[in-house]
């Protein structure tokens, strides 16, 4: 919804998005006053995706959904970047050519982090898992 908003209305929504990555990356306390008014949807959001991936570590979901947000208020704030970066081969205002990326990219990763069962990612499978290590040195 956030991208067809973007997409679809009008200046007023692309000055919402700039403002709202900025505030995503600032520590400063109005920022955080400011967006722990969305903290109660981050956590419906963690348990519905909660409900489709059962088996995903909470810790996993958080991850996910930060590298989600990063992605996101990127993408929406259009700074002209990726234009410059890619030659103008991309342009960060194509949000019918981000959208359908983005969700492929995002899914893919919430997938992928929340398989990895009790491993860290990039951790060996044939290796001992941690919660086998983590019995070991508590007894």
Known sequence: PLLERARNGDVGWKNYFRLIALVNNDASHVALSIMSYFDPLVHRMIAVVKRALPNAREEELFWCFHFLTGSLTLALSRTGRLDRVSGGLCRSDDLASIEPRMVEYCAAGFRSLC?????????KTSGTSRAASRSRTST
């Open 115 to 123: 398989a990895q069962g009790d491993r860290l990612p990039g951790e």
